[in-house]
T-cell receptor, first 112, second 114 residues
Framework: RKEVEQDPGPFNVPEGATVAFNCTYSNSASQSFFWYRQDCRKEPKLLMSVYSSGNEDGRFTAQLNRASQYISLLIRDSKLSDSATYLC?????????????FGQGTILTVHP | SAVISQKPSRDICQRGTSLTIQCQVDSQVTMMFWYRQQPGQSLTLIATANQGSEATYESGFVIDKFPISRPNLTFSTLTVSNMSPEDSSIYLC???????????FGPGTRLTVT
């Protein structure tokens, strides 16, 4: 079983749609969780950290369920510029140190 | 977040040669990391580089193949030694924020080995 598993996609949605990505992780000791966005031929950029209480940043909402070892990302009112690969990332160990383990990524294409 | 630069941005190298990739950060950071992203794949951690100590390598990566230097708190190098076509990949450095512990990535070095 992969350490971090994501919906492979690709997801093709029209502008304005709501889309949700799911992710599961295998290490119950994982401490920190993130969503990164990677555009084609670019480096990953941090989209948002995921907190136990869930968090929202504009059109983006992230949820964490530690009991189920499950992370989600919801994008509302999709824009063309949201087209990218979304990477679910899990950090082991404490907040001061821990390697990042990346999921394979979910490709999102938003079309007019 | 820190501003991270890498050199070179891309290179085409012959098998058997070595390439040293530089990573420069605009602020002092304790922890720097080197990742590899093979074509069509996600990122894999190669090693963690802390200033003043030996790099810590992940399973499957060895110092002889990927020697790392970390001479100060703003700079690190990764060398890809004795290259083969299987080393063709994007190599990225990242730094960890001392406040939030989030990681930020450099633009990457796209390496092609022929």
């Amino acid at each position: 079983r992969k350490e971090v598993e994501q919906d492979p996609g690709p997801f093709n949605v029209p502008e304005g749609a709501t889309v949700a990505f799911n992710c599961t992780y295998s290490n119950s000791a994982s401490q920190s969780f993130f969503w990164y966005r990677q555009d084609c031929r670019k480096e990953p950029k941090l989209l948002m950290s995921v907190y136990s209480s869930g968090n929202e940043d504009g059109r983006f909402t992230a949820q964490l369920n530690r009991a189920s070892q499950y992370i989600s990302l919801l994008i509302r009112d999709s824009k063309l510029s949201d087209s990218a690969t979304y990477l679910c990332v899990v950090k082991d160990g404490g907040t001061s140190y821990g390697k990042l383990t990346f999921g394979q990524g979910t490709i999102l294409t938003v079309h007019p | 977040s820190a501003v991270i630069s890498q050199k070179p941005s891309r290179d085409i190298c012959q098998r058997g040669t070595s390439l040293t990739i530089q990573c420069q950060v605009d602020s002092q950071v304790t922890m720097m990391f080197w990742y590899r992203q093979q074509p069509g794949q996600s990122l894999t951690l190669i090693a963690t580089a802390n200033q003043g100590s030996e790099a810590t390598y992940e399973s499957g990566f060895v110092i002889d193949k990927f020697p790392i230097s970390r001479p100060n708190l703003t700079f690190s190098t990764l060398t890809v030694s004795n290259m083969s076509p299987e080393d063709s990949s994007i190599y990225l450095c990242s730094v960890q924020s001392g406040l939030t512990y989030e990681q930020y990535f450099g633009p990457g070095t796209r390496l092609t080995v022929t």
